[in-house]
């Protein structure tokens, strides 16, 4: 038997909440229907003035949380604790003991995310179009999904195109940072999360943006008109190329962190004087200062004037290494 309180309907729901608030409501058993009147379980013998009752309520089955209490306890410290949620899809990466556990794990995380339709297995990243080699390990359908990220919707599949969910507080500082009529240029595009978020949060002019893989082109095309956007120009093709034909831009992305130091010239010759180029680039954490500066030094060397406005670290890439920002302003 439980001890309930017996509360006209009208109330049920204000009483429920401020009991939950003062942790006095049962939450093992459901809150039961007896006419007019709500029975509310409590966990005290009454509250305040309202009638109070012994009733059998039916026990509510608890839901499991953690995945990892799914699983064998032998193998629970070795288990991943971040995963990359993608809409309805999880992606994670797992240590080559864990691999003949492959199946299992992906059904724990299945069963403790009802939101998650499918979970992938990722390989790591290939080729220079940055894709992820992806395995279904639980779940069905393919890895193309809608997901939102600060007001925008983004159609991605990260079988196909690089997208990480990792960097929507950096896109937005970027969308916060953008003035009124600015021409900007986004060289490595991909579906066009920066280039999203900066039209949904701010009033640029135009802009730009480029990617190199057909299938990233036509994803941005989708989320161009998904999102009702008018002021961005999708273009296929080596942004090295393509940067060259454009109007001299305000604001510049970056965002090939691998490889944007070998593009930083051909930035800068099209950033007009007070335009920032934001290059993203993966740097040794005990060097990243040096690196900086470094980068700095050989810009300017090339008759290409600059300095350094910020430097943030934005996300752990190896033990070692992390993924930084890099805020260049023109001079």
């Not at 942004?239 to 305000?250: C, E, F, G, R, V």
């Amino acid at each position: 038997m439980t001890r309930c309180i017996r509360v006209p309907k009208s109330e049920g729901n204000t009483i429920r909440i401020k009991l939950n608030e003062i942790g006095l409501l049962n939450l093992n058993v459901k809150i039961c229907v007896d006419r007019d009147m709500l029975l509310i379980p409590i966990l005290s013998e009454s509250y305040m003035d309202y009638e109070v009752c012994d009733k059998e309520l039916e026990v509510l089955a608890r839901r499991e949380t953690d995945y990892r209490n799914l699983l064998p306890k032998e193998i629970r410290n070795l288990l991943p604790n971040s995963f990359d949620n993608i809409g309805d899809i999880m992606i994670l990466k797992l240590t080559d003991e864990l691999l003949s556990m492959k199946y299992d794990i992906g059904n724990a995380l299945l069963k403790v995310n009802s939101s998650t339709r499918a979970v992938f297995l990722d390989h790591g990243v290939r080729g220079e179009l940055r894709i992820r080699d992806l395995e279904l390990i639980a779940g069905t359908g393919t890895s193309e999904t809608r997901h939102r990220e600060s007001g925008v919707i983004i159609v991605t599949d990260p079988a196909k195109v690089y997208y990480t969910p990792r960097l929507a507080t950096e896109r937005g500082r970027i969308a916060s940072m953008v003035k009124d009529g600015e021409i900007i240029i986004d060289m490595f595009a991909g579906v066009a999360p920066f280039s999203l978020t900066i039209c949904k949060h701010a009033n640029p002019k135009k802009i730009y943006a480029i990617d190199l893989n057909h299938d990233a082109v036509e994803y941005m095309k989708k989320n161009i008109k998904l999102n009702h956007i008018t002021d961005i120009v999708p273009m296929e093709g080596d942004a090295k190329d393509i940067i060259k034909n454009l109007p001299m831009a305000d604001r510049i992305i970056m965002n090939l962190p691998q490889m944007s130091q070998d593009f930083l010239f051909d930035a800068l010759l099209k950033t007009k004087t007070g335009g920032i180029v934001h290059m993203y680039k993966i740097i040794d954490r005990h060097e990243s200062q040096l690196t900086a500066d470094n980068i700095i030094t050989n810009a300017c060397a090339e008759d290409l004037n600059c300095k350094l406005l910020e430097m943030k670290e934005l996300k752990t890439y190896s033990p070692s290494a992390s993924m930084y920002v890099l805020d260049i302003v023109k001079k």
